[in-house]
């Protein structure tokens, strides 16, 4: 038979695993819908920054080709 404070022993295990379980998901969410989408984004961003800078280069090329 379980005592008075194994009651509340199971009783405070049973919180904390609610708010770790919480926790988790909340992170997941977080990553998911705010940590994926920025990152995916800046590395858009470094992409179109190297091929602006490529192509810049080539006109630039072709310019000192040209005189």
Known sequence: MVTELGWVYLGGMLVLFFFWAYGIV???????????????????????????KEKEEEREERERQLY
């Open 26 to 52: 909340s992170f997941v969410l977080d990553l998911k819908n705010t940590i994926i989408p920025k990152t995916r984004q800046y590395i858009r961003g470094r992409r179109r920054l190297k091929e602006q």
